[in-house]
């Protein structure tokens, strides 16, 4: 409620200033399918997105449990640790991903993209560190390193979703995005971890669940396959959608267009 109403305070919303005779179409969800499906980044960018739900919530999911059955720690002490290393760490990286993103890669996505992809093999690592240290400290240690990790990643991937489709998309893309993304990751991910770890008790007992969580580490390798080689073609893709959006335009934004430019001619003599 309070993000409401920050949101409605201090956001403005771009719409309101469009001629209100201008009639806007939305696509229907079919239509949204086939577009989106047809974009060679859009189609690396969905599998990133859905495997890395698969993969993080997946682990995620059973963190606290391990660190309560291989590192003895009680309830009370691991939520004081986790408030401290995943939420101060992800508002840092959450914050500072967009920071960075706009300051030295600013229409440069497949740079971006190619540095989420390293962010995710870093992530890969940083959460086999956790799992694999018999020192608790050490492995709040390495998840506080991991957790800026995972978020920074947040601000070029979402601008990256929103920029590969046109406005009229927008909604329907990222709602698909989401449910596909969750039905894999929370539906399918913490239960592939119990499963693999029940499996694991017979040969490691108490520590089933350890090598549960690092065996499921390495799948965001897979995850940055998909981004690195959605950077391939990110920029080309988005050029085009921008230039369909442009062709798309209503007679009357055209019309603002071209008064503007005229007003804007310059003449000899003038200053």
Known sequence: ILLAVLAKVSLREPRLKQNAAVVIEHPSVKVVLTTLWQT????????????????????????????????????????????????????????????????????????????????????????VMVYLVSNKYYALAFLAMSVPAATLINGPIFSAIQS??????????????????????????????????????????????????????PGLLWVAYHYWKSAATIEDDIRRVESESMEKETPTLKADAAGFSNDCSWEPGKP
């Open 164 to 217: 590969l489709v046109n406005d009229r998309m927008r909604s329907v893309a990222i709602a698909l995005i989401f449910l596909f993304a969750n039905l894999i990751g929370m539906g399918v991910g913490p239960i592939a971890v119990g499963v693999l770890s029940d499996l694991l008790a017979p040969m490691f007992g108490q520590d089933s669940l350890r090598y549960a969580l690092v065996s499921f580490s």
């Open 40 to 127: 060679r980044a859009f189609r690396h960018l969905v599998l990133a997105f859905c495997v890395s739900y698969f993969f993080n919530i997946g682990i995620f999911t059973w963190a606290p449990t391990f660190f309560m059955r291989s590192h003895g720690m009680e309830s009370g002490e691991l939520g004081t640790w986790f408030a401290l290393v995943i939420g101060v760490g992800g508002l840092f990286g959450t914050y500072w991903g967009g920071v960075l993103t706009s300051c030295y890669a600013a229409g440069k996505e497949a740079l971006q993209m190619r540095a989420v992809a390293v962010l995710f093999i870093l992530l890969g690592l940083l959460n």
